[in-house]
Structure formats: structure tokens, C-alpha cells
């Protein structure tokens, strides 16, 4: 009778040993995960030289095979999905993981070495300058602060590798992750992710799951395991105002022809106050942020003089209370103005017309429709007529103030509630782990291509972001700090450790 509690006692005993021993594992096989990533990054991985990606297709295939995946492409209106799929258990949850095997574009005159594709091994010296070392430092002592260069070392062939190395680490250890695992491997997250967002309808069952994980992106600049419960949605427009037909002569219509870049600040100076804060009508409706929601936007290591030191700003607008809370507001940013005079040249001229370019960056309570008809509406009622298009010859002649607007809905923004059951559990592992509560951000800046599939599955969905803030993402010289891999391994064991059954 005593049996079953003995086992049990020694399964519980295995797994704590095991957990504790997680750092030593994980420097046992450090120097073998920075050598294969040094590996994968060597192939190049832009979506235009279809042949390496599917290089990079093989050599993911290869490697999850072995932790006991079974992948497959999913085609799609452009270039294949890679699907994973491992059933540890029916009767577990769930989990869809997601990462992109894709890379921005490079210029290799613009990196400090030869080749983005081919990796170098660098530490910083005192001047704060990055200096190559050889790649045999990796079998001797390893400095977390050592990094590697090269395009897509952090953005997103890191956190495949961290994943892939926390699974080595369970199965090398005989133990499995807590819950059944499917993973989306994206071929065009850098452009768009069309090919994945067409799969959607076809391969639903597929990507059935209970939960979703992205990881992707960089985590906060504590570099303290964080959480990120969402991410803003994007729309756009263009408002155009005009003057005369044609441009004209300063010298000649100056004080007669009204100048339409004098229009233009006007209506869009009556859409923002001094300090930040949109005034068109409703443009922050159905956002409320709680004592508990403010406590956790505080809670985040943000410090305000170092933000603004950095961004060399003398104040911040007053949106919101602090710099996470300014992010759970919906933006109006002017991206560009632009004239008629598209010359290098300086011309004396009053130009035909101007155009603002804006941006409109969208939280969780607001759709892109709606708030771009709220500016649609206040230029309205400014007294202008709205088109869609350039004006005719008899509008010009009949109406005062004349605005052409056009608009881009784009993409929703998602969030997960803070308290929801599974970043409840995810943030109680990654503290039991860590001996700290990881940073939880409720929304991040940024906008994913991928919300769109995150909305349309319908399911909790929360992104851990592993690689370091100034990893260089999309830029020239993107690196991979190696105490982030370290680390990175680190928070995926504890997630694979994490039940979501009781």
C-alpha cells in the first residue's frame, strides 16, 4: 500500500532536484547551444532567397525531431508554415507557441563586419567599443556579457534555440514538459506574416490550442523575466489640405493665396493640446484604468529620468501618469508633412497643397474604423469639406476649406486581462523560479503582424519576450547578449515545468 506514495515522494524529490540543478545543466551545455546557434545563424534567412529558407526549415526540422516533434509544412498563399506538434499527454492543455524563422533585411556596409550572415563572437572594452574574439573562448570560462553579431541572432533565432535547449535539458533529465506543446514557425513575420495569416481558416484544427506563447521581441530593459500581455494595433490616414490649383509665386500671391501648410497646423493643432492629450471628441472613450491595473503599470522598473536622459527630452506629454500608462491610450502621431515642392531645392513658392501623414497607434478599447471616423468627424467640424479624393475645379470655387481624407483601418490591437488564470500561472512559475515576480507589462508599444491570428483563434495569448532591449532588432549590428540565452533557457524550463491542469 505504501508503494504508490514512496514513487510519488521520489517523483517530487527527481523533480526538485532537478530544478535546482537547472543552472549547472544549463552551463554544462552552454558552450554546444552558442555553437549550434552559431550554426543557425549562419543561414541566411530572408524570405526572397527562397533556398535558405528552406535551409533553415531543415535544420528546424532536424533539430525538433529529436525532442520528440513531429513537423510538417503547411502551404499557404506564399511561402509554407513549419508545424510542430508533440502530444505529451491527451488529457493536458494545450499550448501554441509561436516564432518566425525569418530576418529584415541587411546592408552589410552599414554592420561592423563582414558579413551579417556569418556570426562573430565580440566582448566590449572600457571605451564601450565592441571587439571581435575567436570563437574558442566558448570552451573556456563563458562571460554573460559577451555577445554574438549577425542578422537574426536575437530576432528570432535566440528564443528558438533557448526553447530547443530547455527541451534537451527535460529529455536528458527523463522528464516531459506539463502540458502538450504545438509550435508555428512563421517564414515572413518581418513581412507582414501573409502566408501565415492565410493558413488561418484552412488549419484552425491544427492550431487549436488552450493557450498561446509568443516569443518574440526583446524583454524589458531590466532585462528581468517579463511578461507582455499585449501589444498596440496600428491604423493610418493622410489629411490634405489646399491652396490654389496650382503653385504659385510667393512674391506675386504672397498675403492673397492662402498658404494650405497654414491651414493644415491649424486643424491639426485644434486635435492636440499642449501637453499631449487628443481633443477630438470620444477619442479616449471606454478606457478606465483601475487602482489594481495602476499598481501593476507602476510596478514595472521604469525609471522616468533615465527614459528621458535617453530619449534627451526636457518633459514628457501628460497622456498618461507614467510611461506604461500613456502606452494603454490610443496615440496620434504625425509621421510626415509633405508639399507639392518635392525638389531638393528651396523655391519661393506658396505650394498647391499639404499633406499630414498620421499614425494611430490602437489599445484593446479601440477599433481602427471608429477612431479614424472620430478624425474624419473633427475635421468636419473645423468646417471643412471631407473627400476622398483631390477636389474638383467647382468645389475649389465653392467651398473655403477643403480637406481630402483617406484611411487605413490596419490592425486591432489584443491584450490579455493581467489576471487571467494562465499569466497567473505562468508569472507564480517564472517567480518560484527566479526568486522575483517577472516584469508584467499589460501592453507593449510595438504592433505584431500576427494580431490578427491571435484575435481570430480566440484564445488567451501572452508573449515572453527573452533577448536583450539593445539586441539591435532590425538594425545594423543586431547581437545576442549571452547571459540572455542563459537566462532565456532558464524561463523556458520553468514554463515547461508549469502545470495548467490543476
Known sequence: MKKPFVLIIFFLTTTILAQENWNQLIDGKLNSVIARHRTFVSIPNLPSDIQKMYENVSWVKQQYSKVGFKLK???????????????????????????????????????????????????????????????????????DDWRIFGRAAADDKAPILMFLSALEILQSSKQTPKFNIKIIFDLEEEYGSNGFLSTLQEYKKNYKADYMIIMDGPAHNSNQPTLTFGCRGIASCSITTYGSKLPQHSGHYGNYVANPVFRLSRLLTSMKSANGKVLIDDYYKGISISEEVSNILKSVPDKKEAI?????????????????????????????????????????????????????RLVEETDGKIQLEKIKKHIKGEGYLVLDRAPTNKERLS???????????????????????????LRSSLTKTFGKAPVSIRTMGGTVPIIPAINELAIPAIIVPMVNMDNNQHNPNENIRIGNIRQGIKICLSLLNTSFNE
Not at 106 to 112: A, F, G, L, Q, R
Not at 309 to 324: C, D, P, R, T
Request: glycine share 6%.
Open 308 to 360: 528621458n536622459n535617453a530619449l534627451m527630452i526636457f518633459k514628457e506629454e501628460s497622456v498618461g501618469g507614467n510611461y506604461q500608462e500613456s502606452l494603454q491610450y490610443p496615440s496620434l502621431n504625425i509621421r510626415q508633412i509633405e508639399t507639392s515642392w518635392k525638389g531638393k531645392e528651396l523655391k519661393t513658392i506658396i505650394p498647391e497643397y499639404a499633406t499630414a501623414h498620421i499614425d494611430v
Open 399 to 425: 467651398y473655403a476649406k477643403i480637406a481630402t481624407f483617406k484611411g487605413d483601418s490596419g490592425v486591432n490591437a489584443f491584450r490579455t486581462a493581467l489576471n487571467d488564470p494562465f499569466g497567473e500561472k
Open 73 to 143: 509544412t503547411l502551404e499557404s498563399s506564399t511561402l509554407p508554415v513549419l508545424f510542430a506538434e508533440r502530444i505529451v499527454n491527451p488529457t493536458f492543455k494545450t499550448i501554441l507557441f509561436y516564432f518566425h524563422l525569418d530576418g529584415q533585411g541587411v546592408n552589410p556596409k552599414s554592420w561592423n563586419q563582414e558579413d551579417p550572415f556569418t556570426p562573430v563572437l565580440k566582448e566590449q572594452n572600457e571605451k564601450g567599443d565592441w571587439n571581435e574574439i575567436s570563437w574558442a573562448n566558448i570552451d573556456e570560462k563563458i562571460n
